[in-house]
Structures are given as structure tokens and as C-alpha cells.
């Protein structure tokens, strides 16, 4: 399997043209990449320099995706990106040996009246989401549920 | 001194042998020039502000030290510009050779002669790149003292030339040879102070606005219609310029192009022409929408004396009065064709009618209370009480699809934003398949820096000016009239719908309820 996952990933790095690093990070031992390949996002999760995981999201052709952060927690691998459009999240679990969505969905569409959000990952567990006029809100992720919950400080 | 020591003196002077010039502790040196507004012109003064967000002005609000020797030595220098037909105005100011002395900030004398007046007397000569005089003068005139012995003031005095009338102008080193002598003759001996040089702009006429010009907006308009002199020939050069689809910032080392919807999200939260032209530091920045490119443009020609006004492309229905969102006929009509394509299970609520309730739309719904699993549909719409009161009604937000798309499957019909021909399988919450939409995106059309940039919108901005539209996101333009826009800028109009795949993946569809022709120009209204 990780010879199948390498051969992607050097089909990748080296035989695609158009090809950008739009995220990196590292953290403790893991190490989170994604890259953009033409239309695609490759999403990498590297620990103690093996490769975990590897999916393709295959994007509109002029599309780019801002990610926010990646946190690695517990069995969990969560993103935070937007298109530009909104403001999305993804969550995958690590199950039976592979990494498989769980759920994912839109924290909050941009419009012309709201435009500008920070947005996080708190405690591998919640998003924050915090307006322009300082408003904020914490959601709590139920994995169990597959939801969103309001969460009070 | 005994008395041979004083004729020997006396005779070297009379001799002519002695040059103060050549006088380690007498000879002057330059090391401050500024530039102020014109006394009957002060509108003709040009305020430069820094690109970005900084807010920081290069010019003052009426005079700019455009060239001087800071306190390390090294020589620093500003831009400064004028409005054709202005007269220059400059002063400067000198130390005695060797002293290391610094002026005090420079006085405006109003024109008035010295009042503390120093053995000096100085003029400057603007010359070209090979120095010889261009014959655009700063008149002799004595040295102020200040309050540093060494250190005198060429109190600030109009050229005795103004700038050609109407007449645009870019100086990348506009040098004034600075000149001194003991006496104010004019064919007496004069000796060189030095040589101060600093991009100098002059715009066509007097900007529209007194507040500060982002310099890259002065700096493109004067460069690319230098010398020219009428209105259409100096909005021709700009447009040429944003024809190349490559801009870079006046002081961006690296020349990377202005980006048009660069990185989406970045392109959206950064609303502002300071954004699109601040300093793209881990790339967040030199990226804009449609409304800063026009904005750029508007600018660009304000700095040189040019009006024109920004108008907002909207679809219109066909059979409607409404503008920017889906009449009831249309409405109907896509509401019909979402469910059958769709299916019903990916709906929060089967059977969906147009109650909003029944639907998610993208603005207005509380998002994060969306299921977070499973496939789901989002339509571009928002609800809004019907007028006379009563139950929310849904409100379909229309969009057009600017060039280039392959809608080759005909109308009332949904495509993907992917490359043409690619299919996206349409899953339901059972992982089944309901349907396959087919991409449709193609190349372009080519926009600033970016060769397929986001093409679906709800409105977009254009510049116009002389009953012409210029299209500056694209460099595209000028075009006669709306309809001549339409036609070489639009594929077609119809509606937007988000996708969430099992996998998490996020996907936009179109509607395409007709492909824009000759027949239909008439659905984009501009405002």
C-alpha cells in the first residue's frame, strides 16, 4: 500500500507541471501537506517521515483553496480551508487501517456584507469562528454525532 | 598678521588666485532640495501617497524634501509631481564644505527676499542626462543663514519656465545642477554644489482629487502617456497598459504582476485598492476583484485630470423587473429542474416547494447547523419577506458566466466547474449515484496575471468614461456600448449551486438557464 501511496506521490511531485505547495506544516511528528497539482489538491500526512494518508480533491479549474490550518488529533485529521466562497471544514478518522471522510461541511458563507472572518481550530475539537464587528462563536465538532455543536466558554 | 603677510594676502586676491570654491571651510555643499506647491497653483501640486495599507505620503500636503543627505550619509529620494501648466517651485539648502553640519526643516518665504541674509548667493540649472540645460532655471538668489552657522538656506523660489500646458511628463532623474558664488552676477564665476536628481512627474491636468494618489497609479499613467497631450490619446496608453494584463508596483523589485482573483478567499476579505496594490509579503496581497481593478483604473486617470465613472453589470430577467435575482417565471422554472436532476434525497426536506424552509441556500442560513455528513445541496439564494408581509419566500440570486465555458449541452441544463467534458458523479446520502454533471470550464478568458480566473458572478464592475466602457480586470476594451460587452465578454446566465460530496470535496454547478447571444444582451443592465 505505501509503495501504491509513494507512487502517487512522485507521480505528483516530479511528472506534474503545475504544481504548488499550499500548505505545510509540522507538528510533533506529524507532518501535513497539501499540494495543488492542476486541478487537484493532494492531501498528505506524513509521521516520522512515512506517509499516513493520501486523498485528491478535484477542484473547479480556476479554483484555489486557502487553508487555514490542519490539526491532527486523536484519530482525526481536521482542515480548515475556503474557496473563496466560504469558509469549509473536513474532518477524516483514522479507521481499519485507512483514513475515510467523516463529515465536513460550510462554517459560514462570504458575502458582500461579510467578508472577513478569522477563522481557527481550537483544541483539535472546536472551530472559532470571530467577525469583523468581534462577534464570535465557538462550535464544538461531535464526532460522534457528525455535528456542530454551539459550544459556551 | 604683520603687514607682509597682509600684502602677500591682498595680492593673491587681487590675483585672482584665491577660489573660495577651492577653500576647504568655504565651499558650499548640496545636501537638501525640496520641491513646494505653486504659489498661484495650489492645486496643481500632486500628492503621492505609498502603495498599500500603510497610509504613509511620500509628498507633503505642500512641499516634498525630495532629495537630501540623511544623517548616515547616504542620499535619499522622493517623488515629487506637478499638474502641467504648473511652475516649480524648489528650495535647498547647503553646508559649508566639510562641516557635517544638517539643515533645519526648510521655511516657506512666500517669495520674500532673505532676512538674515549670507555671504551666498546660488541658482540652480535643470539639465538633461548629459547636462546640458534643458533652460528651465531656479533663479539666483542669496543664501538665507539659519541658525547653524554653517549652514544656509536657498529659501524656496519658482523656476522661470512652467511645464508645457496639458503636456504629460515622466522624469526619472529631473537634475538640478546647483550653483554657487560669492556675488549674485550672473557671468561671474560659479561654482558646482552639486547635482540633485529625483523622478519628477507631470500629469495632463489638474488631478480631480486634492487627497494623495497611490504612486503606482501616478507613476503608470505618467510613464505610459509621457508626452502625450490630449484626453483619448492618454486614456488609450492606459488602457494599453492594462491590455498587457501585467502590473506590477511602481517599487516592486521583483515585478510580479497584480493578480485578478489571485487566491479567492484572500481576494474577497481584502476589499480595497489598497490591498490589490500592497506589498504581496507571503502572497495575501496584490490581488483584487473586479471592483479594485476598475477602481485602479478610475484612479490611474484621476491623477491625471480624467473623470469617468464605475458601473455595475447586474442580470436582469428577461420577462421581469427585478435585477439580480430569478423572477417567479424563472424561479419556477429552475426550481423544477433542480429537483429532477437532484432527486429529492438531497434536500433537507423531500418534496421541496419553494418554501425556503425546505431548501439551504447560501445566504441567510445559519450554516454550521447543516448536517455534517452526507451529500448536500446549497442553492444561491437567499429569503425575503414578500411585500404586504406574509411567509418568507425564496429568492434565487441569478448569476452570468463570463468567457470562456463549453455550455455545448444546451440550455436549462447543470455543468460543474471543472474542466469541459470532465464528469462529476452526483451522489445522494446513500452513496448512490442520481446524476453526473459534465465540466464545462475552458481557459480565460485571460484576465490581469491570471489566465483562468474565477468566472461566475453575481455583478461586475467596469470603468467608464466618454459613453465608452473599459473592462480593467481583463484589460478588455473600450467597448461602444453595453451590448458590445456582453457579447465579446459573456457565454451565458443562469445560477449557482454548491455540492458537498461524501468525500468533503466541495463543488460548484451551474445552471445555465440560456447561453448568451445577440438575442438576449438585454438581460445584463448596467448601473
Not at chain 1, 509521521?47 to 493520501?54: G, L
Not at chain 1, 483544541?123 to 464570535?136: H, P, V
Not at chain 2, 476594451?477 to 460530496?501: E, Q
Request: hydrophobic share 35%; aromatic share 12%.
Amino acid at each position: 500500500m505505501k509503495i501504491i501511496i509513494f507512487a502517487i506521490l512522485l507521480f505528483y511531485s516530479n511528472i506534474s507541471s503545475a504544481q504548488d505547495t499550499v500548505f505545510h506544516k509540522t507538528e510533533n511528528t506529524y507532518e501535513s501537506l497539501v499540494i495543488q497539482s492542476g486541478y487537484d489538491h493532494i492531501y498528505l500526512l506524513k509521521h516520522d517521515r512515512k506517509i499516513d494518508t493520501v486523498w485528491v480533491w478535484k477542484y473547479g479549474a480556476y479554483m484555489k483553496i486557502h487553508i487555514f490550518d490542519i490539526v491532527y488529533s486523536r484519530n482525526y485529521h481536521i482542515s480548515l480551508n475556503s474557496t473563496g466562497y466560504d469558509i469549509g471544514y473536513s474532518i477524516y478518522e483514522y479507521q481499519m487501517d485507512k483514513w475515510q471522510p467523516l463529515m465536513g461541511g460550510i462554517l459560514a458563507f462570504l458575502t458582500d456584507s461579510r467578508n472577513k472572518i478569522d477563522v481557527s481550530i481550537l483544541d483539535g475539537d472546536k472551530f472559532r469562528l470571530l467577525e469583523e464587528d468581534g462577534r464570535e462563536t465557538i462550535l464544538k465538532i461531535n464526532f460522534a454525532n457528525k455535528t456542530l455543536e454551539p459550544y459556551d466558554k | 598678521m604683520n603687514l607682509h603677510i597682509q600684502i602677500l594676502l591682498a595680492g593673491i586676491v587681487l590675483a585672482g588666485a584665491w577660489n573660495p570654491a577651492n577653500a576647504q571651510g568655504n565651499a558650499l555643499e548640496l545636501i537638501r532640495v525640496e520641491f513646494w506647491a505653486p504659489q498661484d497653483k495650489a492645486g496643481h501640486w500632486v500628492r503621492i501617497r505609498k502603495d498599500g495599507l500603510s497610509g504613509e505620503e511620500l509628498s507633503g500636503e505642500f512641499k516634498t524634501n525630495a532629495w537630501f543627505v540623511d544623517k548616515t550619509g547616504a542620499i535619499v529620494k522622493k517623488p515629487v509631481a506637478y499638474a502641467a501648466g504648473a511652475t516649480p517651485r524648489a528650495g535647498a539648502c547647503f553646508r559649508i564644505l566639510g562641516s557635517g553640519k544638517f539643515c533645519p526643516p526648510a521655511s516657506d518665504p512666500g517669495g520674500s527676499a532673505p532676512t538674515d541674509p549670507a555671504p551666498y548667493f546660488v541658482r540652480g540649472v535643470v539639465v538633461d542626462a548629459s547636462g546640458q540645460p534643458t533652460g528651465m532655471v531656479f533663479p539666483t538668489k542669496q543664501l538665507t543663514k539659519t541658525g547653524t552657522k554653517k549652514v544656509f538656506e536657498y529659501r524656496a523660489e519658482p523656476a522661470t519656465s512652467a511645464f508645457p500646458d496639458q503636456q504629460v511628463q515622466f522624469m526619472e532623474q529631473y537634475r538640478i545642477r546647483w550653483e554657487w558664488s560669492p556675488s549674485g552676477d550672473e557671468n561671474g564665476a560659479w561654482t558646482q554644489a552639486g547635482i540633485s536628481d529625483n523622478r519628477l512627474y507631470v500629469t495632463h491636468r489638474k488631478p480631480l482629487e486634492r487627497t494623495p494618489f497611490f504612486y503606482t497609479c501616478l507613476h503608470l499613467g505618467c510613464t505610459e502617456a509621457h508626452s502625450e497631450t490630449n484626453e483619448a490619446a492618454i486614456v488609450a496608453a492606459v488602457q494599453a497598459k492594462f491590455a498587457s494584463r501585467c502590473i506590477a508596483r511602481v517599487d516592486d523589485a521583483q515585478n510580479n504582476c497584480l493578480k485578478y482573483w489571485g487566491d479567492p478567499f484572500r481576494t474577497r476579505q481584502n476589499r480595497g485598492l489598497e490591498y490589490l496594490l500592497e506589498n504581496a509579503s507571503g502572497a495575501d496581497y496584490e490581488d483584487g476583484r473586479c471592483q479594485e481593478w476598475a477602481e485602479f483604473f478610475q484612479k490611474t486617470l484621476a491623477a491625471q485630470g480624467i473623470s469617468g465613472n464605475l458601473v455595475t453589470a447586474l442580470a436582469y430577467n428577461p420577462a421581469g423587473t427585478t435585477v439580480g435575482v430569478f423572477d417567479n417565471a424563472v424561479e419556477s422554472t429552475y426550481l423544477t429542474r433542480v429537483e429532477q436532476f437532484f432527486g429529492n434525497d438531497l434536500f433537507p426536506t423531500p418534496n421541496h416547494p419553494t418554501n425556503p424552509t425546505n431548501v439551504l441556500l447560501d445566504n441567510g442560513d445559519p450554516v454550521f447547523n447543516l448536517p455534517g455528513s452526507g451529500t448536500r445541496v446549497i442553492l444561491h439564494g437567499t429569503k425575503a419577506t414578500p411585500v404586504g408581509g406574509g411567509q418568507e419566500e425564496l429568492v434565487v440570486i441569478s448569476q452570468f458566466f463570463v468567457k470562456n465555458w463549453n455550455f455545448s449541452a444546451g440550455e436549462n441544463q447543470f455543468y460543474a466547474v471543472l474542466p469541459a467534458g470532465q464528469p462529476l458523479s452526483i451522489k445522494d446520502a446513500n452513496n448512490q449515484q442520481v446524476a453526473i454533471a459534465y465540466g464545462a470550464d475552458e481557459s480565460g478568458a485571460e484576465a490581469q496575471s491570471n489566465g483562468n480566473p474565477t468566472a461566475h458572478f453575481d455583478d461586475h464592475v467596469l470603468f467608464r468614461h466618454n459613453n465608452q466602457y473599459y473592462d480593467p480586470s481583463y484589460g478588455n476594451g473600450p467597448f461602444p456600448d453595453k451590448d458590445n460587452w456582453v457579447t465579446v465578454s459573456l457565454t451565458g446566465y443562469g445560477s449557482m449551486i454548491l455540492y458537498l460530496a461524501p468525500d468533503n470535496a466541495r463543488y460548484f454547478l451551474l445552471w445555465v438557464h440560456e447561453n448568451a447571444d445577440n438575442t438576449n444582451s438585454g438581460i445584463i443592465k448596467f448601473k
